[in-house]
């Protein structure tokens, strides 16, 4: 059994930096693939970003330079550093943990249970 346990959302204004974490107990961690999601209602889950066997990647090119992962296998735990916080990244924060390298949330199988960023203007 895995289990993800998020922390470090709330409430910033814009251009405020957050740092997200994520604890994972369970299984190897280093035998996990270990991304970051993002959801907004009424939206599909989107990919942040992951750190895999290769290393870490980001979604997309809006979050590029301003968000980056990283993994402390010391302390089973990935954190997704946030800067220079946007109002369209509001939403619901999401770890997952899951067997292959993929943008996709289906293929994750474990999730955390998410946390709140709220970005206001």
């Known amino acids: 059994q895995v289990l993800l346990v998020e922390s470090g959302g709330g409430t910033v204004k814009a251009g405020d930096s957050l740092r997200l974490s994520c604890t994972y107990s369970?299984?190897?961690?280093?035998?996990?693939?270990m991304a970051w999601f993002r959801q907004t209602p009424g939206k599909e889950r989107e990919f942040v970003a992951l750190?895999?066997?290769?290393?870490?990647?980001t979604g997309t090119d809006s979050l590029e330079g301003r968000f980056a992962i990283s993994r402390d296998s010391a302390k089973n735990t990935v954190y997704l550093q946030m800067n220079n916080l946007k109002p369209e990244d509001t939403a619901v924060y999401y770890c997952?943990?899951?067997?292959?390298?993929?943008?996709?949330?289906?293929?994750?199988?474990?999730w955390g249970q998410g946390t709140q960023v709220t970005v206001s203007s």
């Open positions: 997952a943990a899951g067997p292959i390298l993929s943008r996709s949330p289906e293929q994750y199988n474990n």
């Open positions: 369970g299984r190897a961690f280093g035998s996990y693939v």
């Open positions: 750190f895999g066997p290769t290393g870490a990647y």
